[in-house]
């Protein structure tokens, strides 16, 4: 190893290097690198270790010299001058909440037989250790810190602890007093009125530290706010609808404590608003009906009742009855005369209203129940419903093809069927199910179909128009079962997309390349490093 490193550091390659001898150029060519980075790193070491021993040997030095600077400053004769006061703490801006107890620091040092003074203002608040002030709320505590409990709002402002010497040096803390906030409503009572179709003016006034923030929402039916409505004191609502009555709520918020509120309720004034809830009542004779009307009004409006313009009477068979908005009249036991119009009427201090029913024998709109898409290419059965207290004595249908494209459709004649029900005891429900099918039609072709019906009273108001399509002379697929297949079709040809055939993965032949690379590479290496090319 040593002979080695001597011939390296001379420069004599003999001892490694002959002519002729390939085999030895390729065992000792790595141990060579090996040898040669081996030294070169001991090399490096040995200089940087002589760094470091200069380093310490310095840092040995500069400790000494230091040591020296001490003891020479500790022999030096001291200053004949007393120490000046200073102040160990600093001024700051504190905040606090009414309520809370508030610590102001004031430490000094070499303080010596100067006076420490608190002062607010051209008012002193202790001296030394005396307390000047009267209120009681203010003491010294942990020395000379300045402890104020149940922090008012006027405690607020700038406070000054002083070293009374030359100078009168002086440090400074500024007190902000944070208040939760309050609101109030304007009027204070909280109500307001006014008339459908006028504005009227919210207000509320909140206060606090900071300035609170104002915002309005309106209370649900379930007593629950909902979304907010407007920002700001002031909610102003344009051309009022009965429906925006009702409980508004101002919230006041500055972040500290939580949000207040104060509830402010609307009343609209309005002439009464009449809902039926059926404008046609059917019935028969000894049964019983019940008409009813949804009143809204503010003030509150007073409900009467007519029967072809002649007022009703409450008797026996006769009975209203009213709760909360809701007012009924049932007849019991029903007559023929019973039959005909009638009317509700409202009246408060802004108007009158009135609603018309009529209470019939007529036989109910017929419903129907078949299914829009046919199943016969040439026919189509068409189901419906009548309620009748009496029995039906006869049934029209009538139907008619419609031509219909994207653009327009065009209707044919209507065909005319007078159907004659079977008889229905008086025994059995009111309610009449019939059936007929209509035969010689278009296959895929669109028609609709009305019914009227008719019995002792006379005929009923005709059926909604009811549409049906006929089967076509195809299989049919309905616009359910044609979406599915639309569907899976899509997903199918919506798959992964195959390479082409007979192509080849481009990573495979990314890698095929990289290796023919590498092989020529070595080769060429092999071929200079052993001499043959």
């Not at 109030?184 to 609170?212: F, H, M, W, Y």
């Not at 065009?410 to 059936?435: K, N, V, Y």
């Amino acid at each position: 190893m040593r002979i080695i490193s001597r011939s390296i550091r001379s420069g004599d390659s003999s001892v490694l290097f002959r002519k002729g001898n390939r085999a030895t150029f390729k065992m000792n060519c790595p141990i060579l690198i090996v040898i040669s980075l081996g030294w070169l790193l001991h090399a490096h070491g040995g200089s940087n270790g002589g760094a470091v021993e200069a380093a310490i040997s310095n840092r040995g030095g500069n400790s000494r010299s230091m040591s020296n600077v001490q003891q020479s400053q500790q022999a030096a004769p001291s200053s004949l001058t007393a120490p000046q006061p200073r102040f160990l703490s600093r001024g700051h801006t504190y905040r606090a909440v009414v309520g809370d107890t508030l610590v102001l620091p004031c430490q000094v040092e070499n303080l010596g037989n100067f006076v420490l003074l608190w002062r607010r203002g051209p008012n002193v608040l202790t001296a030394s250790n005396i307390m000047v002030t009267r209120d009681e709320r203010v003491r010294l505590i942990d020395g000379y810190n300045l402890e104020i409990s149940d922090l008012e709002p006027q405690d607020a402002g700038d406070y000054v602890c002083q070293i009374s010497d030359k100078i009168n040096r002086d440090q400074v803390h500024t007190v902000e007093i944070l208040v939760p906030p309050s609101v109030r409503a304007i009027p204070t009572s909280g109500q307001l009125q006014a008339r459908k179709g006028g504005p009227i003016t919210l207000e509320c006034k909140g206060s606090g530290n900071p300035v609170p923030s104002i915002y309005w929402t309106k209370k649900s039916g379930a007593n629950k706010s909902t979304a907010r409505i407007g920002d700001g004191p002031i909610l102003t609502l344009e051309k009022l609808e009965r429906q925006q009555a009702g409980v508004y709520q101002c919230t006041a918020d500055n972040g500290v404590g939580d949000p207040v509120t104060v509830d402010m309720r609307l009343d609209v004034l309005y002439p009464p608003d009449i809902q039926v809830e059926k404008s046609w009542i059917h019935s028969g004779e000894g049964f019983e009906a019940k008409l009813v009307c949804i009143v809204y009004a503010d003030p509150v409006a007073t409900v009467s009742w007519y029967q072809n313009s002649f007022p009703i009477q409450s008797t026996d068979r006769r009975i209203m009855n009213t709760r909360a908005n809701r007012h009924t009249l049932t007849i019991r036991h029903i007559q023929q005369e019973d039959f005909g119009n009638y009317s509700c009427v409202a009246d408060n201090s802004l108007g009158r209203s009135r609603k018309y029913m009529e209470l019939s024998g007529r036989p109910g709109p017929a419903e129907f129940y078949s299914p829009k898409w046919g199943r016969s290419p040439d026919s189509y059965n068409l189901t419906w419903k009548i309620d009748s207290y009496p029995p039906l004595e006869e049934v029209r249908l009538l139907y008619r093809r419609v031509l219909m494209n994207d653009s327009f459709q065009q209707p044919g004649r209507w065909h005319d069927f007078i159907l004659t029900p079977e008889h229905r005891p008086a025994s059995e429900p009111l309610t009449h199910i019939m059936s007929y099918t209509i035969k010689n039609l278009h296959p895929g072709a669109y028609y609709e179909a009305i019914v009227q019906a008719k019995n002792r009273y006379g005929w009923n108001e005709v059926s909604d128009i009811f549409q049906f399509i006929v089967a076509s002379n195809n299989v049919d697929i309905g616009p359910e079962d044609a979406e599915v297949v639309a569907s899976s079709k899509s997903r199918s040809n919506s798959g992964a997309v195959a390479s082409p055939p007979g192509s080849l993965p481009q990573s495979l032949l990314l890698h095929s390349a990289l290796l023919l690379v590498l092989a020529l590479s070595n080769c060429q290496f092999d071929r200079r490093r052993l001499g043959l090319g």
